[in-house]
């Protein structure tokens, strides 16, 4: 499994005028992006740093969406700066170790 990490700075505006941007709908083509598993939304309000945690099946499906259309809206996105995107494999006897929510027999099991 594998996991990617996007760290990006949002815009200064107020918190209600950014958190109006998350709607349903917003998250929803996420459940169709092949190979990811969940993603984690992020928001650090006091230093405008947002972005996400994603878990993907396999590193062929993290890098294809990390080079995806998705990603490069977020790169070529004039309101953000800052946008960091990087794929890691995950430790997986570590990750259990510390009770990571994946299900690393459902994986091997598929």
Not at 35 to 51: F, N, Q, S, T, V
Request: glycine share 6%; proline share 6%; net charge neutral.
């Amino acid at each position: 499994m594998h996991i990617v990490q996007i760290n990006y700075r949002r815009p200064e505006m107020p918190k209600s005028e950014w958190e109006a941007r998350y709607t349903d709908d917003r998250a929803k083509p996420f459940l169709d992006v092949p190979g990811l598993l969940w993603k984690i939304w992020l928001d650090g309000e006091a230093e405008r740093l947002a972005g996400g945690i994603y878990l993907f099946a396999d590193r062929a499906s993290a890098e294809a969406y990390a080079r995806g259309p998705i990603v490069a809206r977020i790169r070529n996105n004039p309101d953000l700066s800052e946008v960091s995107v990087r794929v890691f494999e995950v430790r997986q006897r570590m990750s259990e170790i510390t009770r990571a929510p994946i299900d690393f027999g459902k994986q091997a099991a598929e």
